[in-house]
């Protein structure tokens, strides 16, 4: 049984999916993003590190990802497997704090793997004010739903807080290479 899998049947309100993404998810969160022409990526939820990957494939040389993990032996094993990868363990609505903690700047890219549509509305709430602290003028998050978010309550919620926030959002075609299918919000943070 994958480590993955393992944590899914511990805490799914945590992990919140019972495989990692597909090379096909993690292709098309990290395109049209502007990953390729970033300072600093900021990555939250990496799990096993399946996005962090592609992350690292589109990075300019001088460019940095910062990772936010929860979960302790996951944050471990990503220290270990991407030691360029600035690793940190917590919440992220914390986001900006741990940047600043590392004299990090704020990141032109928020790509998220965080099991939105599972999490109560406060801690949406929490994250996306992290996020958006977080992000230069501008700036883009990504971040990736399964199909059943386009018709489900608490994804279209989900959706509705997105375009409340940020004055551009839009959706990817379905990834039916991926499961469960899913697709991509891209949302740009307002210029100032």
Sequence with gaps: MSSFFWKFLQNPRQVGACCPSSPALCRAITSSIGVENASLVAELGP????????????????????????????????????????????????????????????????????????????????????VLRSLVPGGTFATFAYLQGLILPAGIRFRHKLENIFPEVTTSQIIWNNMPPAFIYRCRKLEE
């Design 47 to 130: 799990g096993t590190g399946v996005i962090t990957e592609e992350i690292c494939r589109k990075l300019n040389p001088g460019a940095k990802l910062a990772a936010v993990e929860l979960d302790g032996n996951l944050a471990d094993a990503l220290e270990k497997k991407f030691s360029k990868v600035t690793v940190f363990r917590g919440c992220a609505s914390q986001l900006d704090t741990m940047l600043s903690s590392r004299a990090l700047p704020q990141a032109d890219v928020v790509i998220s793997g965080l099991p939105f549509a599972i999490f109560p509305g406060e801690l949406q709430d929490k994250i996306l004010d992290g």
